[in-house]
C-alpha cells in the first residue's frame, strides 16, 4: 500500500504533496506486468504498470536482462491497442528498455507502420522511438521517411524528425550530414518549435566550418527568424562569431552589433534578455556598447516575473564586477529589490549595489542589509560577507561602520564557514587598514569568549599574538588571552600559552606578569601546554634556550626554512645510524624540491585569511628567497626580483638528477643547482657544478657555494653567483660540468669508505633569456590600466614573423619570448582564425609596470605580421622590449 510522502516547500509549508510511488517493489511491479498479456487489455491498468515500470528505472533500478526481454515482448503485445494515451505510454517504454539489436527487429515493423500511420501522434513517436533504438544500417533504410518529416506539415512530426536528427548528429554525422537542403527548408518553418529545432540541427551540421556559420549568421539575422526560441539561438551563435572576428581594425566596430541592439526591441522577453546578456559578455566592450544593455536589464528588474528579475540582477552583478560605474544607474531599481521575497535576487540585489555604491550610500545600505541577514541561509551570508569586505577595502574611512556590522553578525548564530569568513574578513581589513587594527582586535578578542570552534579559536590567538604587541595598549588584550587557558579545551590552552609567550617577548613591559601566568600553566593537566610554558619559560628568562632577545624573537617568531619531508628523511637516516654526535640540524638540505614558481594569484582565489603578517610564503619565489636570504655569500645581492622555473641539465633517471633555477638580482644572478644523487652505493662530497660562461660575455663570476655531501636520495643544492651590468637584461648560454669526489658506501652498514676519487659529470647546457628578468603579473581590467598609462611612453612598430603553422603557434612564440602574463583570455586563439589581438602584462626588472598589445595577422600564404604596442612606466622598457623582439 503506498504511502503519503510529506514534501515541504518553501511558500506553502502547511500543504502536502503524495507521491504514489513511495515503497513500490520492482518484484512486484514485474508481477503486475503480466497484464500485458490479458487477452482482454485493459488500458489504464496497463498505463499504470507502465507508469511504475518507467519510475523504477528513473530511480536508478536496473533490470536483468532476462527480466528486460519479458517486459520488452509483453509491451510489444499492446501495439493491438488502439487507446492513443497507452500507445504513447508504449513509446516511452520501449525507448527506455532500450532493446538489443535482436530485439529491436521484433518492434521494428509495428513502428515502421505507425511512422506512415495518418494519426500525426503515431508518426512523431514512433520516429523518436526508431531513430532511439535502430543502428546506422536500418536507419538508411528510413532516410527518405526521415526527410519527408523534416519538412512535414505538422509541426510535431517535423520537430520529432529534426530532434531526433540533433541525437543522431552524434552517432552517424555523414547520414544527418545529407539532410541540409531539408533542415534549411524547415529553418524557415512558420512554427516556433520547427525553426527553433531546426537552426539547432543546421548549427550542429555546419560548426566545424567557421565560414559556414558566419553566412548561416549573415543569412539569418537579415528578420527571417520569427521564433522567440530561435532568436535566442542566434543571438548565441551571432556572440560566437564575434568573438572568432574581433573588432574591425580600420572603423572600430563590431560585426552583427547592430543585429544584438536591435533584438533589444524585440516584443519577446526572452529575447531581450539574451541579446542584453550577450553584449555584457562581448570582450572589451565599452560603455557606449554596454549602455543599451543596462537600460534593459534595468527595466526587468521591475518585472513581474521573478525569474526575470533574478536573471537581471545576475547580469548586471557580473558587469559590476567589471564596469561598476556602468550599472550605477540601476542602483535605485536595485535597492527596492532588497526586500524581494526571493532571496537569491535579494542577496544579488545587495552585492551588486555593494560593488556599485558610493562612499556616501554605505551606511544606508548596512541598515537595509541588517534586517536582510536574518533571512537568509549561511550560503547567501557569505557572499554578503565578501562583498562589505571589498566595499571597506575600497572605502577605508568607512571602517567603523562596516567593522561594527561584521562584529554584529559575527555573535549571531551560523555556521562554521560563515563565521570563518566573517573572521578572515576582520583579520584582512585589520592587515589593509591600520586604523582598524585596534577595534578589529578587541571584536576578535570578544567573539573567542563565545566562539565554540576550535580552529577559530587557535587561529585567531596566533593572529592575536603577532599583532597585539604592535598595538598601543597591548596589556588590554592579556586577560581575553589568559581566560582561554582557564576556559578551554587542551588545542586552545596551548595556543593561548604560545600567544601570551609572544606578548613577554615583544612587550617588555608585560613581562613580569607574563611570567606569572606562564608560571600558573606549569600546573595544567595537559602534556603540551605544560611542555609550552616550560619551554616560553626558559626561553623567556634563563636563556636556556636562546642567549639575547634577538634569538627569542627569532625562535618564537621565526619560521622553519627547512622542507619538512627532507627533515623526515634526514632525521631517519639519524636514527638508523645512530652516532656521538648531535643531530645538526644544518646537515638538512634546505632544496625545495618540485615547487613550481607561483606568480600571481589564481583567479577567483579569495584572501589569504588568518595567519601571521605578512602572510607565510607559500610560493616557491618566496621560498627561494628564505633559502638565498641564509647563505652569507649572496647576503648583499639586495631583494629578490624573480626565480625561474627549473631546467633540467639531465635526462630521466640516469645516476645524478640535476636541475637549475635562475635567481634574478637587480645586479646579479644566481643560479641554484638541485641535485639529487640516485645511486644507493655512492656518496658524494665536494659538489660544486663548473659554469663555462664563454658564451655570455657580459656576466662575471663572484661567488660560489659548494654542497658539502650528497647522501643517495636526498635533495641539496650548491650555487653559483654571477654579476651583471646594471640596468641591461644581459643573455648568454652557460655549459656546466657537475665536479664531485665519489666515495663507495656499504649498503648494508651505511658507512662510506674513507677515500674517494675526483669525478665530473658533464650537464646541459642552458640560457638565460630576456623573459627572465620579465615578471609575470597580471591586472584585472587591462582597458583601465592601459588608459591610465602616459601615452608618451607608447611604442609602436611592426614585424615580420615570417611563416606559421597557425596563429596560436604565433602568438604562443611571442608570449613565450616576452616572458609576460597574458591577460582577460586573450592568449586563447579561435580555430582558423586570421586574425587576433592578445594583451599582456606584466614587471620589468627594476619594478617597471609594463602593458603590451599585439595585434596579429596571417595572409593566405601563412606569412604572420604583428604590430606590437608598449605602455610602461619607464619609456625606456618600452624600447627595450621592442629591441627583445627584434633579436628575438
Known sequence: MAQPLVKKDDDRDEEADYSPFLGIEKGAVLQDARVFNDPQLDARRCSQVITKLLYLLN???SFTKVEATEVFFAVTK??????????????LIIKDLSPSADEVIIVTSSLMKDMNSRTDMYRANAIRVLCRITDGTLLTQIERYLKQAIVDKNPVVASAALVSGIHLLQTTPEIVKRWSNEVQEAVQSRAALVQFHALALLHQIRQNDRLAVSKLVTSLTKGTVRSPLAQCLLIRYTSQVIRETGVNSQTGDRPFYDYLESCLRHKAEMVIFEAAKAITELSNVTTRELTPAITVLQLLLSSSKPVLRFAAVRTLNKVAMTHPMAVTNCNIDMESLISDQNRSIATLAITTLLKTGNESSVDRLMKQITNFMSDIADEFKIVVVEAIRSLCLKFPLKYRSLMNFLSNILREEGGFEYKKAIVDSIVILIRDIPDAKESGLLHLCEFIEDCEFTYLSTQILHFLGNEGPKTSDPSKYIRYIYNRVILEN???RASAVSTLAKFGALVDSLKPRIFILLRRCLFDNDDEVRDRATLYLN????????????????????SLDIPLTNMETTLR???????????????????????????????????TPLGPPPPAPTSASDAYERILSTIPEFANFGKLFKSSVPVELTEAETEYAVNVVKHIFDHHVVFQYNCTNTIPEQLLENVTVIVDASEAEEFSEVGVKPLKSLPYDTPAQTFVAFERPEGVPSVGKFSNTLRFTVKEVDTSTGEAEDDGVEDEYQ?????????DYILKVGVSNFRNAWESMDPDTERVDEYGLGPRESLVEAVNAVISLLGLQPCEGTETVPNNSRSHTCLLSGVYIGNVKVLVRLSFGM?????????LAVRSDDVNVSEALHEIVASG
Open 763 to 771: 650537464l646541459e647546457d642552458f640560457e638565460v633569456v630576456a623573459a
Open 539 to 558: 626561553s623567556l628568562g634563563d636563556g636556556s634556550v636562546a642567549e639575547t632577545d634577538k634569538d627569542v624573537k627569532e625562535f618564537l617568531f621565526g
Open 59 to 61: 530511480q536508478g533500478d
Open 490 to 492: 587542551a588545542t586552545v
Open 859 to 867: 595572409d593566405s600564404s601563412k606569412e604572420v605580421a604583428m604590430k
Open 78 to 91: 499492446l501495439f493491438q491497442s488502439k487507446d492513443n494515451g497507452l500507445r504513447r505510454m508504449v513509446y
Open 573 to 607: 637516516n639519524y636514527a638508523q645510524n645512530p652516532t656521538e654526535e648531535p643531530f645538526d640540524i644544518d646537515s638538512v638540505p634546505r632544496e625545495v624540491k618540485s615547487l613550481p614558481l607561483v606568480e600571481k594569484k589564481a583567479p577567483g582565489k579569495k584572501p
